[in-house]
């Protein structure tokens, strides 16, 4: 069996009264140190069976560019499916939420962790009524401190060359480009209609159609490097 980076409860030692960490196990909120008195109070903790529940009732994308991502409508039997997928390898993935005001609005991901060189890649989607207000970088940030405080040295993400908007808030969290390459659009891309719609210019240079008449589009390969201590070093 491949070993896994494993969970560390409760963070640094020594901290819990500095750091603002809850120390309850699985089921600790990891919040950013420096949420403003007034403002939407950040928070990540791991997933719980329940809160894959709490999915349906986010918006929906408008945005034909990322359509795809919308959750569909699912049954207790599609919950519970799901559930089991998301936690039941924990040497594959290891899920986790991230919460304005105690809402979920995110979910996030480390998967491929690899031990001997502490390295993982992350996934993360918002609900999209979020979009547009710091919150998404806000919650990178905070992922970003937690898996410092795991072990983690080095977190890797891939993300769409199109997704001009995750792109830049992945640049604003720490991380860079390190790598692209060329892949077939992800399940659910209409490329020939995004080329043909309001999306073009953004679609255009990141596809390309190859000669047996398929598309393939740009995947940007993005990574940041971590220290023991993330505190002194995060841009939220």
């Not at 936690?87 to 304005?100: C, E, F, K, N, T």
């Not at 000669?211 to 939220?236: F, N, Q, W």
Request: aromatic share 6%.
């Amino acid at each position: 069996m491949r070993a896994v980076l494993p969970l560390r409860k409760g963070g640094r030692a020594g901290r819990e009264e500095s750091d603002g960490r809850s120390r309850e196990g699985p089921s600790e909120e990891t919040h950013i140190p420096n949420n403003a008195p007034g403002g939407v109070n950040v928070a990540i903790r791991l997933m719980r069976r329940e809160d894959v529940d709490a999915f349906a009732g986010w918006a929906q994308h408008r945005d034909p560019l990322f359509r795809h991502y919308n959750l569909p409508a699912l049954t207790a039997a599609d919950a519970d499916e799901l559930w089991a997928m998301l936690s039941g390898s924990p040497a594959a993935r290891r899920p986790y939420v991230g919460l304005a005001d105690e809402r979920i609005v995110a979910t996030l991901i480390v998967r491929n962790m690899e031990p001997a060189t502490a390295t993982g890649e992350l996934g993360i989607m918002l609900d999209p009524a979020y979009l547009g207000r710091g919150l998404g970088r806000r919650i990178l940030g905070a992922f970003v401190e937690v898996l410092a405080n795991e072990g983690f040295r080095c977190l890797r993400l891939e993300v769409a060359g199109y997704n001009g908007r995750a792109i830049a808030a992945y640049r604003a969290s720490g991380f860079a480009v390190c790598d692209e390459y060329w892949a077939d659009p992800e399940p659910g891309i209409d490329v020939g209609a995004l080329l043909d719609g309001p999306a073009a210019e953004s679609v255009s240079p990141n596809v390309r159609l190859e000669s047996d008449g398929r598309y393939r589009a740009r995947i940007v390969r993005m990574e940041r490097r971590l220290t023991p201590s993330m505190k002194d070093d995060l841009s939220l």
